[in-house]
């Protein structure tokens, strides 16, 4: 048996999260297909394990099979365990939880549901589609600017905040966005990239059983 046993499936942001910094941390971790289109997560058996009935859900074999929802707290968790691309002080764990709040309410709040709408439920277009295009777009703005002086966004290196607001920016193509538009972001995406170990969403999460 792995270490870890992730719960996910390819076309969640939230399940790349923390598939990406378990395998930036080589760890040793194995995906669980979760049928979602299907429902599987509104079932009673995975409601069990988690109760708000959501992907992904983390396993922790090392600590009595403890069972983690919510892709911040993983990459906290994570990042604890391997001792990796987590605060160094208190100054900057506050720094770093400003942004993964930021990411969760803000940016993949509306990327993730844009990017449903738009591709999945095939609404393009739809005034609810156009409301969570606005106010993506208005989030995506924040952050460029915001990167325009910084190499990393919380930290000067890289960090889990960095993890957490990349996880839907790799699908540039499913919402119809160019991020030659806004440099600052393309030249960050490069840098994560970069990081040793990174994977693609495609590489790192399963489609099917």
Not at 3 to 29: H, I, R, V
Not at 113 to 121: D, H, V, Y
Request: glycine share 6%.
């Amino acid at each position: 048996m792995s270490d870890y046993t992730l719960q996910c499936f390819l076309e969640s942001g939230n399940s790349y999260k923390p598939a990406l910094m378990l395998e930036l941390c080589a760890a040793d971790w194995q995906a669980e297909w979760v049928d979602f289109f299907n429902g599987k997560h509104k079932s009673s058996e995975f409601r069990d394990q988690n109760n708000f009935g959501e992907v992904p859900v983390l396993i922790d074999h090392t600590e009595d099979d403890l069972t983690i929802s919510q892709s911040g707290v993983m990459l906290y968790h994570l990042a604890d365990k391997f001792g990796k691309f987590g605060p160094l002080n208190k100054a900057e764990e506050r720094e770093i939880m400003r942004w993964i709040l930021w990411d969760n309410h803000k940016l993949t709040g509306y990327v993730a549901i844009w990017r449903f709408l738009k591709k999945f439920l095939k609404k393009d277009g739809d005034p609810e589609t156009e409301f969570m295009k606005g106010r993506a777009i208005a989030a995506i703005k924040t952050l460029n600017h915001h990167l325009a002086d910084h190499k990393w966004v919380a930290c000067g290196r890289p960090t889990i905040a960095d993890i957490s607001l990349a996880g839907y920016l790799f699908w540039p193509d499913h919402i119809g966005i160019d991020w030659n538009d806004f440099p600052h972001i393309n030249d960050w995406l490069t840098r994560i990239r970069e990081l040793d170990g990174w994977k693609s969403p495609e590489d790192l999460l399963p489609s099917s059983a």
